[in-house]
């Protein structure tokens, strides 16, 4: 089974507007962080936001912010104030903590296309 | 900028060869990870190590292995490429496990 699911294969957004990109994930571990990057055309993988299961706050950082859903199991983010440079492809990753290994496990990215 | 470099960038190889990617930080981080990325896939995880000697097979760890001798490097080997490994490898590296990971640049590996 799938541990981190992005059902939208591709979003379509208009500058300045805000757009929600979707995470649900799965874990049984209660102690676990939840990443979002971006990676751009040109390939890099850029972090963008983290939030761990314990904050009690929705992490925030600039125009990106993740909401957070503990009881739905989702962590999704929102742009706010779209840019054309925000076009990419969007991934939301899970770490758990219950083993040594803490691997870290990506969804299969959502394409974000941002037009003006 | 995070430290981590990886090399080759490229490389383009011939099916049945072994093949061995290396990535290097400078970070003195304890995680460091092996992801494939292809269209439709997302990145996927191959080997993962959480300290010197220390690995653990991720998801799609068959045809690969992996050794980390010291801090600083991680190396995946692909025993005999076949043309299903043909992919964009990335290797990332974390501090630990409530960090973000620092992502390499990429090596684009043709198996022909």
Same mark, same amino acid.
């Given at each position: 089974?799938?541990?981190?699911?992005?059902?939208?294969?591709?979003?379509? $957004?208009?500058?300045?507007?805000? $757009?929600?990109?979707?995470?649900?994930?799965?874990?049984?571990?209660?102690?676990?962080?939840?990443?979002?990057?971006?990676?751009?055309?040109?390939?890099?993988?850029?972090?963008?936001?983290?939030?761990?299961?314990?904050?009690?706050?929705?992490?925030?950082?600039?125009?990106?912010?993740?909401?957070?859903?503990?009881?739905?199991?989702?962590?999704?983010?929102?742009?706010?104030?779209?840019?054309?440079?925000?076009?990419?492809?969007?991934?939301?990753?899970?770490?758990? $903590?219950?083993?040594?290994?803490?691997?870290?496990?990506?969804?299969?990215?959502?394409?974000?296309? $941002?037009?003006? | 900028?995070?430290?981590? @470099? !990886?090399?080759?960038?490229?490389?383009?190889?011939?099916?049945? @060869?072994?093949?061995?990617?290396?990535?290097?930080?400078?970070?003195?981080?304890?995680?460091?990870?092996?992801?494939? !990325?292809?269209?439709?896939?997302?990145?996927?995880?191959?080997?993962?190590?959480?300290?010197?000697?220390?690995?653990?097979?991720?998801?799609?760890?068959?045809?690969?292995?992996?050794?980390?001798?010291?801090?600083?490097?991680?190396?995946?080997?692909?025993?005999?490429? @076949?043309?299903?490994? @043909?992919?964009?490898?990335?290797?990332?590296?974390?501090?630990?496990?409530?960090?973000?990971?620092?992502?390499? !640049?990429?090596?684009?590996?043709?198996?022909?």
């Amino acid at each position: 089974a799938q541990k981190i699911t992005q059902t939208q294969p591709g979003m379509f $957004v208009q500058e300045k507007e805000a $757009v929600t990109l979707d995470c649900t994930y799965d874990t049984s571990d209660p102690s676990y962080g939840l990443f979002w990057y971006k990676q751009p055309s040109s390939g890099e993988m850029i972090f963008l936001i983290y939030q761990g299961s314990y904050d009690q706050q929705n992490a925030t950082e600039g125009r990106y912010s993740l909401n957070f859903q503990k009881a739905r199991k989702s962590a999704n983010l929102v742009i706010s104030a779209s840019q054309l440079g925000d076009s990419a492809m969007y991934f939301c990753a899970m770490r758990e $903590v219950n083993q040594a290994g803490t691997a870290l496990i990506f969804g299969k990215g959502t394409t974000l296309s $941002v037009s003006s | 900028d995070a430290g981590i @470099t !990886q090399s080759p960038r490229h490389k383009v190889t011939e099916t049945g @060869t072994p093949v061995t990617l290396r990535c290097h930080q400078t970070e003195n981080h304890r995680y460091m990870y092996w992801y494939r !990325q292809d269209p439709g896939h997302g990145l996927r995880l191959i080997h993962y190590s959480y300290g010197v000697k220390d690995t653990d097979k991720g998801e799609v760890s068959d045809g690969y292995s992996v050794s980390r001798s010291k801090t600083e490097d991680f190396l995946l080997t692909l025993e005999s490429a @076949t043309s299903s490994q @043909t992919s964009v490898y990335f290797c990332a590296i974390s501090e630990s496990w409530n960090t973000e990971a620092f992502f390499g !640049q990429g090596t684009r590996l043709t198996v022909v």
